[in-house]
Every structure is written in structure tokens, then in C-alpha cells.
């Protein structure tokens, strides 16, 4: 079996490499560009790739992705339709969205953004804090991450709401599905939480109208794709003070432009997609154990279904 | 029975006026300076009163924090020794200390107070994570507070070491305790929560040498009280980058004032004492239970034992 790793992470390719040997030693791995023979690829292990390159493998039967969307991988026209794509599922990442997701919900709920201010005016000065059971934390996407994400904001006391495409039941969690389910979830959600898969269904779908249905004075926290949301739209509610803060990690262009307008809005907080990094030390796991089915002819783990996009 | 209301949180009167006279329809409350006949007054709830207030009161017999600490009732010279005073415990108050404890871990855990400077330098650059199961966590004080903080970081899969007076045995927890305890507490915390209240054993506890027992590039959070860290030995440790941040709810002297050296050095964060907040909609209801116990002749909870300070 010879496996291909074409990733942008180029200073990961040692260790991917060091991991890969011990885990899978009857595997060899070869390092984009130097593919060699291109049909004796099967799998490939792919982060960013080159549009194109998995096309000229003829033998690919597995592309695994070394991030948890695979957005990445759809948006290459050229996929070869036949290979199985593997969606990333590590618990270790799960666990890191779900912190940015928690540090989120608290700033914005024990107002950190607004105390910054006063540090730089050298002003203490008290603001009311609503009860925490009062503050209603909005999930969009209950997958893996947004299931955990809801589980443990719940468990701090705060009433959670969920939204998903296909229904969905979580214990304690108030579900809605769909788009006729998406008015009434926006309507009562003081923080947005967006762990969405970015899809033809998802791209923009937080534009000005699902702005307007969250109450005025709510916040966004977006660690999934910037494309999920509008970001003129965005720029506008907070510019009309209709929401009152966003956390984004992701951004609809990455790395976010020096010249943008997002770097210095004072009340958004920016972060370079670091939500959810993948730590090769525990992502070998789950990717070795796929490359272990494939081999034995059983079904992989997080097939993506490419209809719906994830 | 006379109860005497008397707080430096003046705007919040009129809301425990009406919530004690329709928890205790029986009980006659003054608010301070109106007090009238001194002798009347048998229970006193009070916030930062006026030292040698609670002298003047020949009946008293209990006196009711409105905050969790007491030192601010301790640090009275002429309080009558006869008196039963009584912390304030909410579990409103510790969820919300506890929502703090989480957000400062998260904050340098994360790596936030980097990203912040990366944002003003419109500077889109991921920073190394460390493993949060590799981030020790400790937690000084294993109080009601201390406990609840120390089992939701733990609950999050970062390790958890806790430090106390008296040995306590908590699960999941590495539990130290007393002077001989410290400092290998200390050697091994990455971020430490000060959740002490403040008594002659914790005042300036965190001094140069403890600080400098706590391994280079660790975080300092206080959300207990500005008197147990040395300012100077803080300032000192953050100048020499032993120390990599701290957040502090607490300092010496509040409000800081406007020209103190830590509103403006570059790694520490400042909140204006809001860490816990007293909610008389929710602190009301501990503090009635402990008017009725005594009126009851009952012992009252959370009695403090003055030889300890708390």
C-alpha cells in the first residue's frame, strides 16, 4: 500500500511521516510533490491540496482529510467521483472546539470584551451580569463537535438551543431542524455558536436576514468557515449595533487580509483558525485504523457523503 | 426582629427591602445610617459597613455577609467578639466564580492574551498547543468555590492540583495541603486560581518566593482577594518573564487606582472585582434560612471561626 500526503502544514510532513512508519509499518509514504509512480498512490492523506492532483492518481480508492471540515477536498471539481472521502474525527479536536466554544459563550456572557475597554480607560467600573439559567446559547451543527460544544455550555448552567439539518435529540437541548426550524432557533438566542460543515446548503447562511431574526445586543462566535456567514451583512449588524460582539476564528478569506475591516472593528475578536488544530500525535489513530479497513476490505469511518456535502 | 441592612452597595437597597420583607414578612428591616433605637437591632447584613458600626449595637447577634469573604467584617478592630457572624454561600455566586475560573484558564491555556496582541498587529499566525491533558491546573483554596472550579477544569481534561489549609480529599484532584505542602503544589501548576480567602495565614502568600517556585512561563489567575499576591513581587516576576500573564478580578487597593502600574503592563488582564457577584434575588434566600435558624434558636450555617478568619 502506498500512501500520499500532500498538506500546506509543511513543517507537520517529519512527524506525519515518523507516525505513519510506526503505526502502519508495511505502508510507504510519499511526500507531495515527490508522487513517483502516480498509479501506485491508493490512499491519500490530504490537507489543502493542489486542485487537480488527486485526478492524476489513478489508483486512489481513499482520500483522508487532515482537518475535521472537508470543504477543502469538495471545492476540487476535478475529485475523482469514485474514492471514498474520510471526514477527520479526533476526540482530542473535538475537545479543543469545544474550549474555544466555552471561552467564547464566557466572554461574551461575563462581557471580557467590554471590561478590555475599561482596562485601556483604567476604569473599574461594575456591569450588571444576567443570570447565567437566562442567557440562551445557541448551537448550529450537532455533529460530533456541536453535540459536545452543547453538552458541556449546557453543564455550566445555560439553557442550550440546537439546530440542525436533519432532526436531532440531545438530551436537555432544545432541537430545531431545517429551514423552517431556523426563524424560531435565531429568535431566543443571545450567542450563536456556528460549528457548521460549509456545504452548498451552508455557504452564507448567517446573512442579513438570519442576522435579523437574533435578538438586538446578541453575539456571534463563528469557528467553523468564514463562509458560512455574509460578512458585509455582519459588518453591518454590528455597525447598527444590532449585535453587540463577534468572536471569529475563520474568515471567508484566510489569512484574513492586513487591510480588512474585520482586524479592527472594536467589537470583533479575531483569531487565525486555531479553534480546532490537528495534533498528528492523535489524529494518526482514527487515520491509520481507516487505511487498516480499506486493506481489509471493511467500510471506512466518516465517510463523507458527497450529496449533502459532509 | 430588627434587621439592619447596611452595604456600600447602595443602588441595590430598595431591591432587598422588598425581597426580605416578602421572604420574612415578620422582620423589620433599617437601612443604615437610619438605624433608630440601636437596641432593637439583633442581625445586621452588611457589605464593607462602616468600621465600629456594628460596636454601637448592644443586641446584635449575628451578623450576615452580603459578600462570600468576611475580611471585610474581620478587619473591624471593635467588632464584639460575642457575635455569630455568617458567610454568604450561594450556589448562584459560585457558578459564577467558577465561569471566571474556567474563562482564565482558557484565556492563557488557548493562548488569547497572544492572539489579542496578534489582532492590533493585524497579524495572522498560529501559535504551538499544548495538550490540554499536559496543563496543569491549581487550584488554591478547596472551599465550596475552590471545589466546584477544580472538578469543572478537571471535567474538561486538563489535571487538576489543589492546595489547602486542612488536608482534603477530592476525586480526580491531587489534593496538597499546608505550608509544607506548597511548595511542591507550586513547582508543577502551569495556570494558578487563588480562591483563598483572605485571613493573617494567606495575606501576601504569593510573594516572591512562591512565585518563584511556579515554573517559568505559568499564568497567575486571582479571583479571591488583591491582599494574598505581593504586587511588587507580581509586577517583578511578569517583568523577568518568569511569569507569562496574570488576570486578576482582585487587587491591594479598590478600586485600582487610575495610575497603577498594572492597568497598563502589557500581559496582565484586569476585571473590576466581578468575578462573583451578590445577587440579592438569589442570596436572599440562604440568608432568611440563617435569620430563621437563629430566630429558631438553630445553629446557622456557615458560621465563621474567627481564630481561622473564615
Not at 20 to 49: H, N, Q
Request: proline fraction near 7%; charged fraction near 20%; charge should be negative.
Amino acid at each position: 500500500m502506498v500512501v500520499l500526503l500532500a498538506t500546506s502544514h509543511t513543517d507537520e510532513v517529519e512527524l506525519w511521516r515518523r507516525l505513519l512508519e510506526k503505526r502502519l509499518p508495511g505502508v510507504e509514504l510519499r511526500i507531495y510533490p515527490a508522487i513517483g509512480e502516480p498509479s501506485d498512490i491508493e490512499v491519500a492523506l490530504a490537507w489543502k491540496a493542489p486542485h487537480g492532483l488527486l485526478a492524476t492518481l489513478p489508483q486512489l480508492r481513499m482520500v483522508c482529510s487532515l482537518g475535521m471540515g472537508v470543504d477543502h477536498l469538495l471545492d476540487d471539481p476535478t475529485l475523482p467521483s469514485g474514492v471514498v472521502i474520510a471526514r477527520l474525527v479526533d476526540s482530542n479536536m473535538v475537545e479543543q472546539m469545544s474550549e474555544y466554544a466555552l471561552y467564547g459563550v464566557l466572554h461574551f456572557h461575563r462581557r471580557f470584551d467590554v471590561y478590555e475597554r475599561f482596562q485601556s480607560e483604567h476604569r473599574w467600573q461594575e456591569l450588571p451580569l444576567p443570570h447565567t439559567a437566562a442567557r440562551r446559547v445557541g448551537v448550529m451543527g450537532l455533529g460530533e463537535i456541536g453535540a459536545d460544544c452543547a453538552r458541556k455550555i449546557r453543564s455550566l448552567g445555560f439553557p442550550v438551543s440546537g439546530w440542525s439539518r436533519t432532526p436531532k435529540s440531545l438530551p436537555g437541548i432544545q432541537c430545531h431542524t431545517g429551514k423552517e426550524g431556523l426563524n424560531a432557533f435565531l429568535a431566543d438566542v443571545e450567542i450563536l455558536l456556528l460549528l457548521l460543515p460549509l456545504t452548498e446548503r451552508t455557504a452564507g447562511i448567517i446573512d442579513a436576514r438570519a442576522l435579523g431574526r437574533m435578538p438586538h445586543g446578541s453575539y456571534l462566535v463563528n469557528l467553523a468557515r468564514g463562509g458560512l456567514v455574509v460578512e458585509s451583512a455582519l459588518l453591518d449588524a454590528l455597525e447598527r449595533d444590532h449585535l453587540a460582539g463577534a468572536l471569529l476564528d475563520v474568515t471567508a478569506v484566510e489569512p484574513l487580509p492586513p487591510d480588512h475591516p474585520l482586524w479592527t472593528h472594536p467589537r470583533v475578536k479575531i483569531t487565525p483558525h486555531i479553534a480546532g488544530l490537528t495534533n498528528p500525535l492523535t489524529a494518526i489513530e482514527p487515520i491509520a485504523r481507516n487505511i487498516e479497513r480499506l486493506m481489509a476490505k471493511q467500510p471506512v469511518t466518516h465517510a463523507v457523503d458527497r450529496e449533502r456535502g459532509y
